[in-house]
């Protein structure tokens, strides 16, 4: 594992910030410098909920890259997780204060404007942002996510979130999800299972510990079948001023075929991308995703 991550070291910067409330927050810059005004806009990745800017590193390594569109992009780290402060203030790890910590990032970075790639969690914060700071938008891309949760896939989730136990080392990570996800991701081979490890893990004296704080999954665990879950159609359709993507697992428990549907309708230029063999959420380096990601952010 150390030898992956040092690896990843050598193509983008490491940065500390402030948030609002002075929480520590972290997040990677890779490629060029951002300046205001440059012809090419930069691209701002979020995970999902438990989840941190290393989900990203194939994606943003090659966005950043000359065959990729030479884009700045930043990938973030949300308050609790991976390498941003745990917030001593539970109530706080909620989608209204990650979107402001969203526009802090943006802040520090001095990104006026720009594409943003939102996994899961990270679609939710943008369906927030869209109407809360519009103006920062040029283009978005909704990683299996929606303006309606499928509670099936919401319910699975929080199971395993909640499981009493992880992998037991290093080298069982990798079956271990193997065993958890493969029925929805039969795509993935050997070295995919492995990546996908070393970003949802950290090491601690050797050991693999998910790479979050316990209060966030916390928040699921009164979630029942018999949940009534809001849609969020309003704030999806103010989408609709600007270009958007969807990208949906062919397997996603999370975002339904007919949502997608109903997106498309809402939103004419809607640009809806299957992820064939993977389910919730979609590796977006896979299988030409990120070639399509490409070409969709390059205009």
């Known amino acids: 594992m150390r030898e992956s991550l040092a690896r990843e070291e050598r193509v983008f910067r490491e940065h500390y910030f402030r948030a609002g409330d002075g929480l520590r927050l972290y997040g990677r810059h890779y490629g060029r410098d951002i300046i205001r005004g440059e012809e090419k806009t930069p691209i701002v990745c979020l995970p999902g909920l438990t989840r941190n800017s290393r989900d990203f590193h194939p994606l943003a390594a090659f966005l950043a890259s000359p065959v990729g569109g030479a884009h700045p992009v930043v990938t ?6 991976g390498q941003s402060e745990r917030d001593s203030d539970k109530s706080r790890y909620a989608i209204a204060v990650e979107a402001e ?11 006026d404007r ?9 679609g939710l914060i943008l369906h927030h942002l869209i109407t809360s700071a519009p103006t920062l938008f040029a283009r978005v891309v909704l990683n299996d996510i929606g303006p309606v949760i499928e ?13 009493p136990q992880g992998p037991s080392s290093w080298a069982e990570a990798p ?13 993935l081979g050997p070295q995919d299972w492995r990546e996908m490890g070393e970003a949802i893990y950290r090491d601690e004296n050797g050991l693999p510990i998910a790479d979050f704080d316990p209060a966030i999954a916390d928040q699921l665990q009164g979630l029942t079948g018999e949940a009534v879950l809001p849609s969020l159609w309003p704030q999806f359709e103010a989408f609709a001023a600007i270009p958007a993507m969807v990208v949906r697992g062919e397997y ?46 390059r205009g």
Not at 263 to 276: C, K, N, Q, S, W
């Open 151 to 163: 509670l099936e896939g919401l319910l699975r989730i929080r199971d395993y979130l909640n499981a």
């Open 175 to 187: 079956d271990f999800l193997r065993r958890l996800h493969g029925a929805d991701f039969p795509l």
């Open 114 to 122: 720009a594409t943003f790639i939102g996994t899961s969690r990270g």
């Open 76 to 81: 973030l780290d949300y308050r609790g997780r």
């Open 252 to 297: 996603s428990r999370l975002l339904s075929a007919m949502t997608v549907q109903d997106m498309a309708l809402r939103h004419p230029g809607l640009i809806a991308v299957t992820a064939p063999g993977q389910g919730h959420a979609p590796l977006l380096h896979l299988d030409g995703l990120r070639q399509v990601i490409r070409d969709f952010v």
């Open 101 to 111: 910590d969203v526009v802090a990032a943006c802040t520090y970075f001095g990104i």
